[in-house]
């Protein structure tokens, strides 16, 4: 109940395209739920989060859905770009465990020039 | 702002010594500290939480004789792995939270530790 399930495991997409990631979670409790971006070697980066009282947000060319009756969220990448290649993992949290994240299983972004 | 930094970025040791990789949050206080660990192509595994002048919250299956977590300031944690070994070697991430948004988490650059 604790998982985080995430798809696909990777993903090819042409320059300008629109990337989709999908997440889904069980426990209904989580209450925070961001998204990271990771390259190669280095540490994630938090792109973007949303709570469950809105059903989308927007920052730049990240947007998240979130549908909380299905109990799923994604995140859709507007005009793609070759540097948008990366690992991108999404997360949930609950407040009364101290933020403690649970992470999916991340997918692999290629963009293609 | 949200700047959290790690030392060293890469360690190698010899198996059976130990090494100390510290994570500092640079333009905030940190009051939680999580530390992670990924292997190569996997999703990040929280090894513990520490909160500042607090005993460490190690998840199951994390020795914690093994990977000593210090949290003595707001500002700085410390992991320890001791008498390591080959398969200690991984990708250590450390983030840390404040007061005002505990949420959100920022993640250091991460420590690569290779024991040989």
């Known amino acids: 109940q604790q998982q985080v399930k995430q798809s696909p495991q990777s993903l090819i997409v042409q320059k300008g395209g629109i990337p989709i990631i999908n997440c889904a979670y069980e426990n209904t409790a989580f209450d925070y739920f961001p998204w990271y971006q990771q390259f190669p070697g280095k540490g994630p980066a938090l792109l973007i989060a949303?709570?469950?009282?809105?059903s989308e947000k927007k920052e730049g060319r990240f947007t998240i859905s979130f549908n909380k009756s299905a109990k799923q969220f994604s995140l859709h990448i507007m005009d793609s770009q070759p540097g948008d290649s990366a690992t991108y993992f999404c997360?949930?949290?609950?407040?009364?465990?101290?933020?403690?994240?649970?992470f999916g299983q991340g997918t692999e972004l290629s963009v293609k020039p | 702002g949200a700047v959290v930094s790690q030392h060293p970025s890469r360690v190698i040791c010899k198996s059976g010594t130990s090494v100390k990789i510290e994570c500092r949050s640079l333009?905030?206080?940190?009051?939680?500290m999580f530390w992670y660990r990924q292997f190569p192509k996997k999703s990040l595994m929280l090894m513990a939480t520490s909160n500042e002048g607090s005993k460490a919250t190690y998840e199951q299956g994390v020795e914690k004789d093994k990977f000593l977590i210090n949290h003595a300031s707001l500002t700085l944690s410390t992991l320890t792995v001791t008498s390591a070994h080959p398969e200690d070697s991984s990708f250590y991430i450390c983030?840390?939270?404040?007061?005002?948004?505990?949420?959100?988490?920022?993640f250091g650059p991460g420590t690569r530790l290779t024991v040989t």
């Open positions: 333009d905030f206080q940190a009051t939680t």
């Open positions: 997360a949930a949290s609950m407040y009364n465990q101290g933020g403690k994240l649970i």
């Open positions: 983030s840390a939270s404040g007061d005002r948004e505990p949420y959100e988490q920022y």
């Open positions: 949303i709570r469950p009282d809105v």
